[in-house]
């Protein structure tokens, strides 16, 4: 298994080296329940969108992850209107620094079609 670098605060996070390998401004996001992983597999696997060097530091400053939100150009923090928040107990880089995982804490399902997992399919569509 590959060993993640967790970064504990945005001063730990190189924007320089990362800024040349974000895509248009973004780094990928993984969000999984590292703590669920071996219990529940790809279900633990939350969700993955991108974010921006703003959107990483609005998760550090909240504790909530924040994603940028490309179809709306402006920072998203999945929950804010439903309440199904993804609290971030971890953040980690692979060993090249072109992204991120982060270590959530789901407050409900992470998907829109109100499922756990955006890698599940609801029980409709099986």
Do not use: H
């Not at 923090?77 to 090249?96: H, K, L, Q």
Request: net charge negative.
């Amino acid at each position: 298994m590959t060993e993640f670098r967790q970064i504990t605060d945005t001063g730990r996070l190189d924007y320089k080296i990362m800024d040349y390998r974000m895509m248009e401004g973004m780094i990928s996001v993984a969000c999984i329940d590292l703590e669920r992983l071996t219990i529940d597999g790809l279900k633990a696997y939350r969700m993955q969108a991108y974010a921006t060097k703003r959107a990483v530091e609005a998760t550090f400053q909240t504790g909530l992850a924040t994603f940028w939100a490309r179809n709306k150009q402006d920072l998203w923090t999945p929950g804010s209107v439903d309440g199904n928040t993804m609290a971030v107990r971890g953040i980690y880089t692979d060993c090249d620094r072109d992204s991120l995982v982060y270590d959530v804490d789901p407050a409900g399902p992470s998907c829109y079609k109100d499922v756990d997992s955006c890698f599940e399919r609801p029980e409709s569509e099986n």
